[in-house]
């Protein structure tokens, strides 16, 4: 009896020891495989059904647009080797390449085009992101087998960034129709990678497309990619992501904590790249019709009285710069704006005092006996409100004002937005067009998402609309130059962070390029064993 | 022995519905409109939140949403995930390999590591080797899983580089994760076994054993311990709750593929019909497993029968 049990006992040690001998301690460098650690799983990877960044970040090198757009924000063919643009703004005709195939064989041609815009606006299709992109979508008209027109219901001339996001790009109509639900895993695209597998809640892999002998617009060079294999890991924890980077089972990492960076900067290993976000920045929406804030005086002096700088270098350490207007740098840049409100605690005192709030015993001032309080509606994360409501509390407090943070679960936050019931929110938006500010500011869209500032404004609703319709590049800067200075100028935001996305790689991995959206293009991406 | 059973499995049904309307009315407990919630981060017109309120049938009075809530649960239809739009079954089917293993190999840990260490420290009480494996188990009980998770990781995954920190799959991703929960289970369990293992050492029949002249650890490990072990046994049913709460950290800390990520990830996403099904079938698990301990418990002891 007693010696079975050893026996026993002594078989389990045994192949305990061998299954532990059999896995290499860590994970060893593959060469030709990149591993990069998420923070997140995408809901689906199908382009047109997503809402998330997430999704583009892993097929950006997957499936193709019409048109690129580079970090430089100029548009450039892609599919399509050139496109005009009607006269009256409401459609555009695109000349498409004809050396392009999906991955799954298929031709590319304009009626594939036709078939994935139509695809978006099936009433049957539940699409993500991708249909507001369209909107006022009238239909596709293939002219011949590779000139295709797209044609809106009003002037659209949004649709030209748009057309290139991913979430316009284009997947195979045969792959589609044929396996239906799959494309929520397996998006089948035109470009350097194609899908290999999608384990949930663990990983995706994309591979080299043999057959890509085209020069992608983010390279210097024609043919396939260097890399073999991509391997996205999904690891939501901040920690054991920057862990797993440290220990080489993943070579790259997106969304880097801000307190791991100055490490991770410091080691000669690794190396840290950040990339503007475009859109609107992280910024206070002030609500315009809620006493005190309907007294522009009141709203000019909180844009003089927040100071930026403490917000990068406490919270945002390295992953922020200081922003200055509704529109993030990246997307819209002049003098004119950095110089609207530069830290001036004293001339907010002075505008607080000409708006009639005088200092009052304890510090915070009043008037005809009302006390200066600010409610600003945040997000209770579990661990407390928003750090940033913390800051904007203690700038405001210096010069009078008494913040009360409001934090709450993201449902009644977002129903006091809708309701214009609190001072506003602090928030963000990824956008790569301008237009992006319409849904902050226009006046319809009160009550809904995102005009939080509860503004209704008839010059701006009027340039809002004219940005729509202005298809010449040079007009349409101007248009939304305008839009910018006037939102500056009736201070219907507090501008506070640009954000930055954060990747950090092992200083092997070389060639990781970005396109407009800060998402990798990873073609003439390599690692070099050590 | 069949009529306790069916008694048991009786008083199943009522913590059962009251599970489903716990669930059920979370939807209407979360302040705000579930539907403009769930669409929030879309840009979304009033037909779509209409057309979204008709599909999730919320535009019908409450009793026969929940008629039809209870209805379609009974069928096996958990509804559809907003999220992934596949349906919630599809989902948790996809997960429950994973949670399960975890959850045994915690299981197995917690058992390997609790019961010894309660024995010893049955068998030298007040001696320091008492004291410590005592402190241990007070550790264990005191630690949150997320901070020995990231210590697990630190250690054995940054610098020693003997097992991954992160994802699913074959045995050396289980072990960190395992070792996490199973740690601060086996805690209560060492606790248990001590307190439980000194009372029977107590008793008359260890001493007539001993009296017999039977060898000590004959009379530890087969008199004393089989007695000892049975109220360690409840606990194992409660125990495997906080398992199944403690993979929503442990899955979340590494990366792991399961039914707490899938929880998180539901919540997160604001995707009510994925969290309501997943928690249902947890609870349900967590039911089911109970109605379980407490039938081998009356196999086990016969005198529970009678109570």
Redesign the interface.
């Given at each position: 009896m007693r010696l079975s049990h050893m026996r026993w006992v002594g078989a389990v040690a045994a192949v305990v020891g061998l299954?532990?001998a059999g896995?290499p301690?860590?994970?060893a460098d593959t060469p030709g495989t990149l591993v990069i650690?998420l923070d997140?799983?995408p809901?689906?990877l199908d382009p047109h059904?997503s809402?998330?960044a997430v999704t583009y970040q892993i097929i950006a090198s997957v499936t193709e647009n019409l048109l690129y757009k580079g970090r430089d924000g100029k548009l450039q063919p892609w599919l399509a080797e050139s496109w005009s643009a009607s006269k009256d703004g409401r459609s555009v005709t695109f000349k498409l390449r004809r050396d392009v195939k999906f991955h799954d064989g298929t031709p590319f041609n304009a009626d594939a085009v036709k078939f994935n815009f139509d695809r978006i606006v099936d009433p049957k299709f539940?699409p993500?992101?991708s249909?507001?992109q369209i909107a006022g979508y009238a239909g596709s008209k293939v002219l011949d087998e590779f000139t295709v027109q797209v044609s809106f219901e009003t002037p659209y001339a949004p649709f030209l960034t748009y057309a290139a996001a991913g979430t316009l790009s284009l997947v195979s109509p045969k792959a589609v129709r044929e396996s239906g639900?799959q494309v929520?895993t397996r998006p089948v695209g035109t470009g350097p990678f194609m899908m290999k597998d999608y384990?949930?809640?663990?990983?995706a892999t994309i591979v080299k497309n043999p057959a890509y002998n085209r020069k992608a617009p983010w390279s210097e060079r024609s043919g396939p990619a260097l890399l073999e294999t991509i391997i996205w890991?999904?690891?939501?924890?901040a920690?054991?992501r920057v862990?797993?980077l440290?220990?080489g089972?993943t070579q790259g990492i997106y969304l880097v904590p801000a307190q791991s960076l100055p490490r991770l900067e410091s080691s000669k290993d690794m190396r840290v790249d950040r990339m503007p976000w475009p859109g609107v920045p992280r910024i206070w929406l002030l609500n315009t019709t809620k006493p005190p804030l309907d007294d522009v005086k009141v709203r000019r002096a909180i844009n003089f009285a927040v100071d930026k700088e403490a917000f990068l270098a406490t919270v945002y350490k390295g992953t922020g710069l200081k922003a200055f207007a509704p529109l993030t740098a990246v997307m819209l840049d002049e003098p004119s704006l950095r110089q609207a409100f530069a830290f001036d605690a004293a001339k907010a005192r002075d505008l607080l005092g000409e708006a009639g709030w005088a200092p009052g015993a304890d510090g915070i001032r009043t008037k005809g006996g009302q006390r200066l309080e600010i409610i600003l509606n945040a997000i209770e994360y579990g661990g407390g409100a928003d750090p940033t409501a913390q800051l904007i509390q203690a700038s405001l407090r210096d010069v009078g004002v008494d913040v009360k943070i409001k934090a709450q679960?993201?449902?009644?936050w977002?129903?006091d937005n809708?309701r214009c019931a609190t001072h506003g929110p602090v928030m963000f938006l990824r956008a790569t067009d301008p237009d992006g500010l319409y849904?902050l500011f226009h006046s319809s869209l009160v009550g809904?998402?995102f005009n939080w500032s509860c503004v209704k404004n008839g010059k701006l609703d009027q340039l809002l609309e004219q940005g729509r319709r202005e298809s010449d590049p040079v007009k349409r800067r101007a248009v939304y130059l305008q839009i910018e200075k006037l939102a500056l100028d009736e201070a219907l935001t507090v501008p506070l962070v640009d954000e930055l996305a954060v990747w950090a790689f092992r200083a092997n991995v070389q060639g990781v390029k970005y396109n407009f959206n800060a998402y990798p293009v990873l073609s003439d991406a390599t690692t070099t064993r050590r | 022995m069949l009529i306790y059973i069916a008694r048991r499995v009786l008083a199943v049904a009522p913590v059962l519905f009251g599970v489903t309307l716990a669930v059920f009315s979370m939807l209407f407990l979360?302040?705000?409109?579930?539907v403009?919630?769930m669409l929030?981060?879309?840009?979304?017109t009033p037909e779509q939140i209409a057309r979204m309120r008709a599909q999730l049938h919320l535009d019908e009075p409450v009793l026969q949403q929940y008629g039809r809530f209870v209805g379609n649960a009974l069928r096996g239809d958990l509804g559809t995930s907003i999220?992934?739009?596949?349906p919630v079954t599809q989902?948790i089917g996809?997960?429950l390999a994973?949670t399960a293993q975890l959850a045994l190999a915690s299981m197995a840990v917690a058992v390997a590591l609790g019961i010894p260490l309660g024995l010893i420290a049955a068998l030298v009480r007040n001696s320091w080797l008492d004291v410590a494996s005592m402190g241990v188990a007070l550790l264990g009980v005191s630690m949150p899983s997320?901070w020995l998770g990231?210590l697990l990781?630190?250690t054995f995954?940054?610098h020693?580089?003997?097992f991954?920190?992160?994802?699913?799959?074959?045995?050396?991703h289980l072990v960190l994760p395992a070792v996490t929960l199973g740690a601060i289970a086996s805690a209560i369990i060492a606790r248990l076994t001590r307190s439980s293992m000194l009372e029977v050492l107590g008793q008359d029949y260890v001493r007539t054993a001993r009296a017999k002249g039977l060898a000590g650890w004959s009379v530890v490990l087969r008199h004393a311990l089989k007695n000892a072990l049975i109220p360690v046994l409840t606990i194992f049913g409660l125990q495997f709750g906080n398992l199944l709460a403690g993979t929503v950290i442990v899955?979340?800390?590494?990366?792991?593929?399961?039914l707490g990520?899938?929880i998180?990830?539901g919540i997160l996403?604001?995707d009510f019909p994925l969290v309501q099904g997943t928690v249902l079938f947890v609870a349900t698990v967590y039911v089911l497993i109970n109605v379980i301990v407490d039938v081998t418990y009356a196999v086990a002891d016969p005198r529970i029968r009678l109570g």
């Open positions: 299954v532990l896995f301690a860590g994970a650690g997140q799983e809901p689906t059904a809402p998330s539940k993500g992101s249909r507001a639900d929520h384990v949930a809640k663990d990983h890991k999904f690891i939501p924890e920690g054991t862990a797993t440290e220990s089972e679960a993201r449902p009644p977002y129903e809708y849904a809904q998402n | 979360v302040p705000g409109d579930p403009k919630i929030a981060e879309f840009v979304t999220r992934s739009r596949r989902e996809d997960n994973s997320f990231l990781i630190f995954s940054l020693l580089g003997w991954p920190a992160t994802g699913g799959g074959d045995f050396l899955e979340t800390v590494f990366s792991r593929p399961g990520r899938l998180v990830g996403a604001k």
